[in-house]
């Protein structure tokens, strides 16, 4: 007997394929110069290689606000961080905004979110996220706001009594997805799963096993590195140890879909928040225009529709990433969404894809050199940032991959730059941006916090009671 349930759920009763799972794994400050498949001969990772060899590998993903809360914001809502209002970390995403977690719950999908959150304000510890709005749609819940503690991590699920990670944390939060994965075969509804991990997200380090694997001095550097505080090469070993820990429970995962009879239904995409300079420019973390800090890792698999092996330069960013998905579930994409629709680039029906990505950061941090907000706009070949009052960074990355050569004042490519500086306006103007939306106070890292309430807005945010 064929349930109403069971039919709503199951085109294949209408002659069409099912309907996708879709697991988003999302490793926290993985740039894509770190990952085996895009290059990097020194880091071991090999589930993310074969993901890769089984999928679409996008080299030119970008994370258009390098940062953590924003990023994870622009993936959720499709929409730039001055629109969905999470400019900055740790400010209370607004429970109004509409997300690819509920539009897929209100499409028919079971939900699940597991891992590092951050999208809640602060404090960030002891992070419980009561359930209801602001959970965004999420219905099975297994995470935090935020913590770096990847040996000695807890988590909540619905009551605000924490629970242990008694392992390193990406091993803990794969064994809640793969309780989450084996409960699907009692529910024939197709699921929408979020595991957020927090490594290799500083502080660097992984379980010893890994951290052996890498010794500082056999490691090839980046031609633009210099040895620098917190990112030397100890830092650099350790930081590869603890991807190759997260690829570890990457093959878990996947194995995981194989043994529950998921892996051939199951769209895969494989990505970060934002990457790490790991001392290339002489800088640190993120929050930068360089490679190191917005080109992050973008490969899909879903044997179905996508065809293995293939790799396209196409320009594909956080704010693309809820708009591409939700094609492939048959749930309308909300108006509300900003980003480009890639799915017929993944089924290779197209090669139409956004010409750039626009690139924002509103305003300094706590003991970061970038002294203000900046915009900037990202081609297959150039890179483009500015200030407000000037032009900051202009690289030609076909004769310069590793941007050493800073072409700003450089009078023979000043007419490239000239399109470059109008195209990033028009970015501006058709998002609705302004430089308007910059602050000068910092606002985290050591900066204002919050203080037993949420903040409406930056301004006010910046304003509000320090700790």
């Known amino acids: 007997m064929v349930t109403r349930r069971a039919f709503l759920a199951a085109p294949t009763l209408l002659g069409r394929p099912r309907r996708p799972n879709i697991l988003l794994i999302l490793p926290d400050q993985l740039r894509a110069q770190s990952v085996g498949c895009l290059g990097n001969e020194d880091v071991q990772t090999p589930h993310i290689d074969q993901l890769a060899r089984e999928g679409m590998t996008f080299t030119n993903t970008i994370a258009n606000t390098p940062v953590c809360c924003p990023a994870r914001a622009a993936i959720l809502t499709g929409q730039y961080c001055h629109t969905n209002g999470m400019t900055a970390n740790d400010l209370r995403f607004r429970e109004s905004s509409v997300t690819l977690s509920s539009a897929l719950k209100e499409g028919g999908y079971r939900t699940g979110f597991i891992g590092k959150w951050h999208l809640d304000g602060g404090p960030r510890e002891p992070g419980f996220v009561p359930p209801g709005p602001r959970r965004h749609g999420f219905d099975f819940w297994a995470a935090n706001e935020c913590s770096h503690r990847h040996f000695d991590n807890t988590y909540f699920r619905d009551t605000p009594e924490p629970r242990r990670l008694k392992t390193f944390e990406p091993e803990g939060w794969t064994n809640l997805a793969l309780e989450f994965m084996e409960a699907s075969k009692k529910d024939d509804r197709p699921f929408f799963l979020s595991v957020f991990m927090g490594p290799p997200h500083d502080p660097y380090g992984a379980p010893e096993p890994y951290m052996r694997r890498y010794p500082p001095n056999g490691l090839t550097m980046r031609p633009n590195w210099k040895d620098t505080p917190r ?169 310069d991959p590793f941007q050493r050569r800073n072409l700003v004042a450089d009078r023979s490519a000043a007419s490239t730059m000239t399109q470059l500086d109008e195209g990033l306006k028009i970015w501006m103007q058709h998002t609705g941006d302004s430089w308007a939306n910059n602050w000068t106070a910092p606002v985290e890292d050591g900066g204002r916090l919050y203080k037993d309430r949420t903040y409406d807005s930056v301004a006010e945010y910046v304003k509000g009671e320090p700790i």
């Not at 030397?232 to 878990?252: E, L, M, N, S």
């Not at 092996?309 to 309308?332: E, I, N």
């Not at 297959?380 to 990355?397: C, G, I, S, V």
């Open 231 to 399: 990112a030397g090469r100890k830092d650099i070993a350790a930081y590869y140890a603890a991807i190759t820990a997260v690829d570890d429970q990457v093959g878990r995962m996947m194995r995981g879909l194989r043994q529950f009879g998921l892996e051939e239904d199951t769209l895969v995409l494989f990505s970060s928040d934002h990457g790490d300079m790991l001392g290339s420019q002489s800088e640190i973390l993120k929050r930068k225009p360089w490679d190191e800090s917005i080109r992050i890792p973008g490969i899909v698999r879903y044997p179905q529709r996508i065809k293995p092996g293939q790799v396209s330069k196409a320009l594909f960013t956080h704010v693309d990433f809820a708009p591409t998905l939700l094609p492939f579930c048959d749930v309308p994409t909300p108006k509300a969404m900003q980003g480009a629709d890639l799915s017929e680039v993944m089924k290779g029906k197209s090669s139409q894809s956004p010409a750039s990505a626009f690139l924002q950061i509103f305003g300094p941090y706590q003991g970061d050199r970038t002294a203000a907000g900046w915009r900037g706009v990202r081609t297959e070949r150039y890179l483009y940032a500015r200030y407000e009052n000037k032009a900051w960074l202009f690289y030609d990355m076909e004769a």
